[in-house]
C-alpha cells in the first residue's frame, strides 16, 4: 500500500520557536495532503488540506500564521508552527490520498509528530 | 451535518473475549465507511473499509457490515487478543476531501 512518512516523530522546543513538520508520500504522487491535530484521548481534528502548488484550505478557527502550510511537491508538505507555545503541545498528523481516488479513497496516515513545546 | 458516532472507551476484555465496537452514521450522501487503529505512539492505518450498503469489510480478524437501514457499520472480532490493543476510529467520507472521523475508543485486552 502507499505510505507516507512524516518527520520528525518527536521535538521538543521552546516557547517562542518555530517548528517544521515534514509529510512525505513515498511511493505516490499526493496531490493534496491534510494535517490533522489530536489531542489525548480526542479524535482527530481537521486543520488543513495542503493542495501541491496553491495555497492550503484551513479550517475554521485554524490559524493560517500560527500554522503555515507549505506543499511545493507532489510528495512534500509541510507544517511549520510559528512561535510556538505550551497551548501548541499536541500529536500532529499527516495523511494523503492516493491521486485518483474518490469515493472509496482511503487516507494513508504518517506516523505522526508530537510537538512539546517548553 | 454528516456525523460519526462511536461508543465511549475504554473497553477493557480478557484475551479471546468477543469484541463489539458500536459507530453509527449520519450522512447526506452516500459514504463509504472506514475503520482505523491507532497503537500508541504510532498514526492511524486502515483496518478495513466498506464502500456501499452491505459490504462487509474484514482484515486481521475483525469484520464490520454497512447497515444502511440502521446507519451502522459496528466493528467485531471473535477473539481478541493483546496485540490488538489500540485505539479504534471510525470515519466516513462521502467522495469530497474531507472525512469524518469518531471520537474512537480504546481497546485495553488483558492477558
Known amino acids: 500500500g502507499a505510505v507516507v512518512s512524516q518527520h520528525p516523530s518527536r521535538v521538543i522546543c521552546k516557547s517562542g520557536t518555530s517548528v517544521k513538520i515534514e509529510c512525505r508520500s513515498l511511493d505516490f504522487q499526493a496531490t493534496t495532503m491534510f494535517w490533522y491535530r489530536q489531542f489525548p484521548k480526542q479524535s482527530l481534528m481537521l486543520m488543513a488540506t495542503s493542495n501541491e502548488g496553491s495555497k492550503a484550505t484551513y479550517e475554521q478557527g485554524v490559524e493560517k500564521d500560527k500554522f503555515l502550510i507549505n506543499h511545493a511537491s507532489l510528495t512534500l508538505s509541510t507544517l511549520t508552527v510559528t512561535s510556538a507555545h505550551p497551548e501548541d503541545s499536541s500529536f500532529y498528523i499527516c495523511?494523503?490520498?492516493?491521486?485518483?481516488?474518490?469515493?472509496?479513497?482511503?487516507?494513508?496516515f504518517g506516523e505522526g509528530s508530537r510537538l512539546t513545546v517548553l | 451535518g454528516d456525523s460519526v458516532t462511536q461508543m465511549e472507551g475504554p473497553v477493557t476484555l480478557s484475551e479471546e473475549a468477543f469484541l463489539t465496537i458500536n459507530c453509527t452514521y449520519t450522512a447526506t450522501g452516500y459514504p463509504s465507511l472506514f475503520w482505523y487503529v491507532q497503537y500508541p505512539g504510532e498514526g492511524l492505518q486502515l483496518l478495513l473499509k466498506?464502500?456501499?450498503?452491505?459490504d462487509k469489510g474484514s482484515n486481521k480478524g475483525f469484520e464490520a457490515t454497512y447497515r444502511k437501514e440502521t446507519t451502522s457499520f459496528h466493528l467485531e472480532k471473535g477473539s481478541v487478543q493483546v496485540s490488538d490493543s489500540a485505539v479504534y476510529f471510525c470515519?466516513?467520507?462521502?467522495?469530497?476531501?474531507?472525512?469524518?472521523f469518531g471520537t474512537g475508543t480504546r481497546l485495553k485486552v488483558l492477558a
Open positions: 466498506a464502500t456501499k450498503a452491505d
Open positions: 470515519a466516513q467520507t462521502t467522495g469530497t476531501y474531507k472525512y469524518i
Open positions: 495523511s494523503a490520498r492516493v491521486f485518483g481516488s474518490l469515493n472509496t479513497g482511503e487516507l494513508f
